[in-house]
């Protein structure tokens, strides 16, 4: 039996161990925020908080998320709208929108670390992340604006 | 109650694309249901008070239904037209809500494809907010008493001034419902000025749930008691199962079922491709049971076909005389002349759609109906191909459409709804099937590879006396008929029939070349090879000339004129030549406004830098492109901008427009960097981003600067445009750079990555 906790509550699985986290969030438990894209960790739309650390949830498998505390985008922010959503909006970054849960996600955990990205630090830590409608020009800007108002 | 609000209520539009200039509304009626009239698909809209169009409905809280009856990909059209009759209507659009509209005819072609959301349902968008508020001045007019004309509208009331009375829409709405539906010449549009939403645009309605993962996708759905599938296809085209072992899938926790699915019957078009399924409780454990099956295949014909050959193939019938689609003048008299000419040989790949969200649909099978939730481009088309596969009406299959992650085509061909549905007959049960990404690049439907071929003669100055150009490529035809070989007059007429150079003699021929892979539309289709083809040519022939690029590439298209079609089978995007003529001084003014735009001639660039120009028609819409490169020593290449300059005819949401137009530039990117899908016996060689790599926030343009043209001319399309002049643009720019021609696509053929 794993034990876990997701978006703040404890919850434990008695399945398969090698089952990705990302599975488990949508198929077990219906937080469907977390996206699909590519099962090999190369484009990050199933990007989810372990312990802090922006992670990929679908190459994570459940015994390896075993005593972990796992936030989805459910869960980023208790009150209202996280700034890098709130930024989101602002500079109207999503097209169809499936990548950005896994992009808010990363830039997330990135601007806890980070408080004043330049471009090529966001380029860096933005990498992972593929948007195939290609807001990759205001994602950089939302995060800039999104800096601003978590400093 | 008039004759005219007794329309049946199911009376539909009939006919597929809408010809612009020929628009037809929605049948209008008040919904009057009775008890048992209510049909599984009834819309709010449909049950509102006041409903004059399939379109609109307005309740007595003042709500306005309004509903989206073409798909969202990410294009915002879901907003875009709603906008419209929001505007027409004169509504607040804080209490305007959207609903998404299941596949049905009466909102005539649902087909969300080639560019035409906007430019097709503009004027029906129009007539149903005007219907409406003509009926609501009505009613107000009545309920006090004064003429009608005396009445106007302002936010979501209706105004009489000079008695200072004033009513809401909802407080209207019943007395509005028991007059007759005006016919359209009765109603009176908004003068330009007047426009509160069109022209300015409005983000996405859906943009705070895609930003909190509320927004519901295909991959989303979910249904009680559905169980998924995963399903192991036919690696090669027409490939079936000679034989299959599933002891150790059902071996797989969670693994309830195997059920094969039968292959088709050429030609593919939109049926399952066959294979097995692995039925599952979760989606995990249907992909585990997948890799525990042992199938044995009979790849069929198709076998034979490989890439590398195959490109030879089409390059060498590009080389020969070919089939002339088009021709001015005397090329053969003029290159017999003896004098000055140049040839050259250009190719583009296979290309994956790849969008974010895999393929994916549910679909429950009960009492002989069927109920699906699918992300599709085409719920009629899903319609279509899940009746014909069950055996079962049209009228009895209920597409639902969901948020869409992504399109760009491939969710227009509903193969993988039919799975589902054929899937769920089989088990009794309603299914989710979920493909992977590897299932994804593998059997999509392609944009074609095409070779190009292209010959110029020469005068003094550069200029050709004589233009052949030849282009060789499977047709999408071939998807639907298996003995198609030819290019269709549609997808000649992207960007290859309607050169728009003015040059004596010119030669446009298409060579035959057969498809063994499924061939589909993909974001700008056709225009991505002739665009590159046609604009990279021009650039080689400039520089030869020691001409610079611009003022050579605007000789070329020569003075202001309307392209003459007489003889040309010229389709014209479905539109008419009338409405929508091929009017050259518009290409050249979005360009010489791109030349002015991005300081064409006028910056500096060093070593390793430099900018390249390109400017295409497409879906009736004029673009123009520059992009600027700087290239290492390495060969990497960085985009540190591009200018784009678009003539749209008149742009509904000009903000979703720049959008568009921003990621078209990361879409070509991605073509030019890396867009290249091969096959081996017949097998595709791709299958996830490690080897179909699409363009990353590192590699894509720093800075995409997008001006729109102001103009009144009739709306054209903006998702697809933005994309054929961008890699033409881009390569001519590594040119410029480097020194480099870029005439086998992608760029990673010349060590540049």
Known sequence: ?151 | MSEVVNVSRRRFVTGGIIAAGALVLGVRYYSRLSPGDKLPHDTNADQAKLHPSVYLGINPDGTVWIVAARSEMGTTSRTTLPLVVADELDADWKQVKIEQAIGDKRYGDQNTDGSHSVRSYYDAMREAGATARHMLIQAAAKQWGVPATECETELHVVVHRSTNRSAGYGELASAAAKLPVPKREELRFKPKSAWRYVGKGEVSYDLEALVTGKAMYGMDARVDGMVYASVERPPVLGGKVKSYDDKDALKVAGVRQIVPIDPFQPPPAFQPLGGIAVIADNTWAAFQGRKKLNISWDNGPNEAYNSAAYKDELRETSRKPCKVVRSTGDVDAAFSKGGKTFEADYYVPLLAHAAMEPLVAVAEFKDGKVTAWAPTQNPQGVQDIVSKELGISPNDVICHVTLLGGGFGRKSKPDYVAEAAVLSKKTGRPVKVVWTREDDIKFDYYNAVAAMYFKAALDAKGKPTAWLQRSVFPPITSTFDVNAVYGDPPHLAQGWTDIPYDLPNMSIENGPAKGHVRIGWLRSVANIYHGFGIQSFTDELATRAHRDPLEYLLDLIGPARTIDFKGVNYPNYGASLETYPWETGRLRHVTEMVAEKSGWGKRKHGKGSGVGIAAHRSFLTYVATVVEVEVSDQGEVRIPRVDTVLDAGLVVNPEATRAQFEGAAVFGTSVARSGQITATKGAIDQSNFQDYTVARINEVPAQTNVYIVDSDAPPAGVGEPGVPPFIAAFCNAIYAATGKRVRDLPITNYGLS
């Not at chain 1, 876990?4 to 008695?14: I, Y």
């Not at chain 1, 949508?26 to 199933?46: E, M």
């Not at chain 1, 996280?82 to 500079?91: D, S, T």
């Open chain 1, 1 to 151: 039996m794993i034990q876990l906790k997701v978006n703040g509550g404890g919850q434990s699985f008695d399945g398969d161990p090698e089952m990705p986290l990302l599975w488990y969030v949508r198929d077990v438990l219906g937080l469907t925020g977390s996206k699909f894209g590519c099962g090999i960790g190369l484009c990050g739309a199933c990007t989810v908080h372990v312990n802090g650390q922006a992670t990929r949830s679908c190459v994570t498998t459940m015994r390896d998320t075993a005593e972990k505390e796992v936030i989805t985008i459910e869960g980023l922010e208790k009150n209202g709208l996280h700034p890098v959503q709130k930024a989101w909006m602002q500079i109207n970054v999503p097209q169809c929108g499936y990548c950005q849960v896994g992009q808010i996600m990363q830039a997330a955990a990135f601007l806890n670390s980070k408080k004043k990205p330049t471009d090529a630090e966001i380029d860096a830590a933005m990498s992972g992340n593929i948007c195939r409608c290609g807001t990759y020009q205001r994602i950089r800007v939302a995060i800039k604006a999104a800096a601003g108002e978590m400093a």
